[in-house]
């Protein structure tokens, strides 16, 4: 440590009344913001030594009043103050070493004007460089100096000096770690009520630096610095009430407390008096409050505010969710690598919450999230390189992320790969991985993974075994009310892969899969209750079943429909609710149903006759290589009814039609004498 008496045994000062006028008039000077005026003044109270002057002079400097700001400057006016005994230049000069100073205009402006100046000036630039910054523009940090002078200044009982160099010594910063010195300085400081360092003894006791950790000593020391308004020990003591840490659970004091220091912008305050308010902990609730200070917060960058922030207008405490501000602040905290954040915004941009829909914004933060581990979001993001949505398709990328996702126990993205693996979906067909696959997805219980392991062992594996397996996994997810599987269920029992006929059985499953909405379980259902050749035959039942199928949209149950009202087959016969019934299968492509409709239309059964339109439901049946549709379109192109007369399209037709050894069509070329071209 520098002694007080080395570092000024050389000075010997000019007298009191040589200098205290100029120093007092540029001290009157400066309160009028006469700022030239006051560094002539003090300059010549600094010839008469006046170190008040130097220090006065280094002021400016640092803050740039009648003079660019240049705190090189200002350090060499300190250091002549310092070492003429001011304190207070001392203190200052310490902490511009003890932090370092960044160069005057920046490093990019200055650099900037630095260069720009060498291209005009040339070999005098480095003259014009000196002139213009004597000084330099940049001040080193030193931590060795920095401790020099606030060890100086501490030793000569500046409070604020004791409260540094106690830190640094208890950072090890300058000098060796040492507590118990740490822990002197910063009594000293406290014996003068410096706020900061009695707030530095709280922590000292919290924490237990060079003493044992004592709350309750820790409360008292951060209580006087709280009501000396030291904002960050009204945040520490808010938190030791709020929590009941060596002191009684105290909400509200807590609140009161955050409150205090959030008058003062403190971020860390604003976030709890947010939270503290917006579930009316502590203090009243009030949401509208709550929201300024979290917003206040956020703004200020905070983090926690950040999130809270977007959790908040996601939610709609206390009101309807706003997601267009959700989203906004989410995407704050996705860009800091907030992992949910990033999973948030790839739904968001995925469905169009809060922000327009972008697939690629999606992918992007899909991917991002997945990147820092997010499971689900590397699911999605498999998927989105499956299918190409946002990103080229990519099929290994896929595997990979349904990999990953695999690994964090995402039983879908097994199954996706089970899927993979078994169909050849871009990758090569792999039957033991596909196996491997379901198989793990299977195990986690899941009823359509089981379902899905289940299908596979039926198609993939020959052993005796198989169907005793199969029927154990379709019956777990069945009685889990999978639909898939008891229909499934259902196919075994008709004997489809082997094994005794049991239709009472399976119909039991298609009923079970029918109940729960399965689609196909209906029409199979409604199909085994037609057959009147079943003991099960329910024509009453079938009507209603296959009804249930069509207004889902089954294209198969919706031409059964048809054929049932224009035959009158369980129901009464209504031909115009068949020919409805062919219009919306045929609508779906239901080649027959084409045909029925087409034959309908031009006879007007059920319907107002309409040769074009019988046309061009012909046409497209016959587009789907139906014989029939394409001799019955041949003959409206030959008699030109309903259609323009075309023999040459005709023919075309009857060819189409021959081709497929229909003898109808046979006999209709050879009538009009044109043989059968081959192709």
Known sequence: MLSSRSLFEWFRPASASSRAAPLAHGMAAYERRQYLEAIKLWKLASEAGEAEAGYRIGMLYVRGEGVVRSVPDAVVWYEWAARLGNVEAMFQLGLIFLHGDKPLLGPCRHETWRQSSAVRLGDKASTIHQLVFPHGTSVERNVDAAFGWIAVAAERGKAEAQTVLGNMYCEGVGCEKDFRAALAWYRAAAD??????????????????????????????????????????????AFMNLKGTGLPEDPAEAARLFQGAARQDDTIALYNIGLLRLNGHGVAKDIDRAETALRKAARKDYFPAVQALADFYSHGAGSEPDLREAAVWYEKAAERDDVQAQFFMGRFYATGTGVGPNIRQAAKWFERAAGNGHATAAFNIAIFYLNGSGVERNVEAAIEWFERASE??????????????????????????????????????????????????????????????VRSLLSEAAEAGHAPAAFQLGVLEMGRFGGSVDVEAAVSWFSRAAGAGHVEGQYTLALLYLDPNNAVSDAKA?????????????????????????????????????????????????????FNLAVMLGKGQGCEADPGKAVEWFEKAAEQDMAEAQVALGDALMSGSGVAQDRDAAVHWYQQAARQNHEGAVRRLDAIGVTLVDG
């Not at 224009?566 to 084409?594: I, S």
Request: overall charge neutral.
């Open 192 to 237: 003068q009520n410096c706020a900061a360092a009695e707030f530095a003894l709280g922590d000292v006791h919290y924490q237990g630096k060079g003493v044992p950790v004592d709350f309750e000593q820790a409360a008292v020391w951060y209580r006087k610095a709280a009501e000396q308004d030291h904002v960050r020990a009204q945040v520490a003591l």
């Open 408 to 469: 964090s126990g995402i039983r879908a993205a097994q199954l996706q790969l089970g899927r993979l693996y078994s169909a050849g979906n871009g990758v090569p067909r792999d039957h033991k991985r596909a196996g491997e696959w379901l198989s793990k997805a299977a195990s986690g219980g899941e009823p359509d993974a089981k379902t899905a392991y289940a299908f596979f062992l039926l198609h993939h594996d020959d052993s005796t075994e198989r169907l005793e397996q």
């Open 542 to 594: 079938a009507v209603s079943w296959m009804t249930r199928a069509a207004h889902a949209g089954h294209a198969g149950a919706q031409f059964q429909l048809a054929v049932i009202y224009c035959t009158g087959a369980g129901v009464a016969q209504d031909v115009a609710q068949g020919a409805n019934w062919y219009e919306a299968a045929a609508r779906q492509g239901h080649k027959v149903a084409q």
